[in-house]
């Protein structure tokens, strides 16, 4: 199974913050990854996928970046609803593995 | 619009069983593959099965404990859950995979709201 390791775990900002969060996979994976947005008691929400695409209807300020081992999602500036966990997702290889996550909390 | 939901979770006893439902609407749900993705109580996200129109695919986790299936004239997708185990214990999601057609491994643009499965004596 390829790992998918998030860093930072958690990660603590202000609003108007520049953010990056890194996903490492354990094997290549090119740019097939997909990017999460998860708040308390919700579904996870589609983001980013195949590294940098845009989902429709997500804001700019989210962007992605990467590939081969190490794939990167930037908030450009942070708003007050972006506080929330961010998953990765690879889909390169079965089985499909997520990241273990990056809380993002108000500093 | 895309709708998923799911139905069916609830407290289970260890070694018990339990069949959890997602229905879908908005969508032609037969050209689709449609993904169960659990989340253990402050855990991350795990993929658990998959279900399109060639077969079926299971976590090593669940694989001879889990059987998913589904009812294309219903729109809806199954999770049978046998030899439950404490660590079973999650919020379980059913997942759109975002292509149509054959592709077995993508990435998810809908997902249900979850349904609880605790796993407790």
């Known amino acids: 199974d390829i790992q998918m390791i998030q860093s930072p775990s958690t990660l603590s900002a202000s609003v108007g913050d520049k953010v990056t969060i890194t996903c490492r996979a354990s094997?290549?994976?090119?740019?097939?990854l997909a990017w999460y947005q998860q708040k308390p008691g919700k579904a996870p929400n589609l983001l980013i996928y195949k590294a940098s695409n845009l989902q429709s209807g997500v804001p700019s300020r989210f962007s992605g970046s990467g590939s081969g081992t190490e794939i990167t999602l930037t908030i450009s500036s942070l708003q007050p609803d972006d506080f929330a966990s961010y998953y990765c997702q690879q889909y390169n290889t079965y089985p499909i593995t997520f990241g273990q996550g990056t809380r993002l909390e108000i500093k | 619009e895309v709708q998923l939901v799911e139905f069916g979770g609830g407290l289970v006893k260890p070694g018990g069983s339990v069949r959890l439902s997602c229905a879908a609407s908005g969508f032609s749900f037969s050209s689709y593959s449609i993904n169960w993705v659990r989340q253990a109580p402050g855990k991350g996200l795990e993929w658990v099965s998959s279900?399109?129109?060639?077969?079926?695919f299971y976590a090593d986790s669940v694989k001879g404990r889990f059987t998913v299936s589904r009812d294309d004239a219903n729109n809806s997708v199954y999770l049978q859950m046998n030899s439950l185990r404490a660590d079973d214990t999650a919020i379980y999601f059913c997942a759109r995979l975002a292509a149509a057609g054959t592709t077995p491994i993508y990435y998810f643009d809908s997902w249900g709201q979850g349904t609880p499965v605790t796993v407790s004596s």
């Open positions: 094997l290549s994976i090119s740019t097939w």
């Open positions: 279900i399109n129109m060639i077969g079926s």
